[in-house]
């Protein structure tokens, strides 16, 4: 199996990892690779600003698409900041959650907003 690095900020074109936009375009090169069943090593290099709505686009869709067994098989990163592995992980946690029964976390959101 093949193994690609995704430079972040190559990709994004900016150190500051902010919008869904810039997380889409990495999503898509990540969702690629692994449909060509490559490893996936993110780069996390001179990134200096990252949110969770980022990485949610980036990364959390990607359990929408794959099984958690593939992604953990494939999908690794590099020089990602201590405060941007717990937003990741966070990130991860929720998107397992939901993408496993989305109608049910949607339930659950609708009940706390008391809809």
């Known amino acids: 199996m093949k193994n690609i690095t995704i430079n972040i900020v190559n990709t994004v074109g900016d150190s500051f990892c902010v919008e869904a936009d810039d997380g889409q375009k990495v ?6 690779a ?27 869709q990607l359990y929408r698409d794959f099984s958690e067994e593939i992604i953990k098989k494939s999908l690794s990163v590099e020089n990602l900041s201590d405060s941007g592995a717990v937003s990741l992980k966070r990130v ?15 339930r659950s959101i609708n009940d706390i907003m008391g809809e």
């Not at 290099?45 to 980022?54: K, R």
């Open 34 to 60: 692994l449909a060509d069943d490559r490893k996936v090593t993110l780069s996390f290099l001179n990134v200096e600003m990252l949110t969770t709505a980022f990485l949610n686009t980036a990364v959390g």
């Open 27 to 32: 999503y898509e090169l990540i969702k690629k």
């Open 92 to 106: 991860v946690d929720t998107a397992k959650l939901y993408y496993k029964d989305p109608e049910a976390m949607q």
